[in-house]
């Protein structure tokens, strides 16, 4: 069983900065890709970032040159250091991973990132 705690949201003003973190517990080190997807009431789920065990990675336009994505494989965990936040910013984030090894992927229950004016 594969489960996703994701940590670090909560309600900061604009032009700071957050830090999530994406714990994976039930899978093998190493043999995932991870990321962070966003989800405002009404709106569709939209990619964030994604990284994969190569270390190449994904970013929105939106948070291109703001946001950086990384990973502990010893530690299955990835992080989204959030800078210069802005108010669309603000949505639930939901961490992602993609095993190659099950052929699937997975979702974390979310965390609430509100970027205040």
């Known amino acids: 069983q594969v489960q996703l705690v994701e940590s670090g949201g909560g309600l900061v003003q604009a032009g700071g900065s957050l830090r999530l973190s994406c714990a994976a517990s039930?899978?093998?080190?190493?043999?995932?890709?991870m990321g962070w997807f966003r989800q405002a009431p009404g709106n569709e789920r939209d990619l964030v970032a994604t990284i994969d065990n190569g270390e190449n990675t994904i970013y929105a336009d939106s948070v291109k040159g703001r946001s950086t994505i990384s990973r502990d494989n010893a530690k299955n965990t990835v992080f989204l250091q959030m800078n210069a936040l802005k108010p669309e910013d603000t949505g639930v984030y939901y961490c992602?991973?993609?095993?190659?090894?099950?052929?699937?992927?997975?979702w974390g229950q979310g965390t609430q990132v509100t970027v205040s004016s």
């Open positions: 039930g899978i093998s080190s190493g043999v995932y890709k």
């Open positions: 992602w991973l993609y095993s190659w090894q099950r052929g699937r992927d997975y």
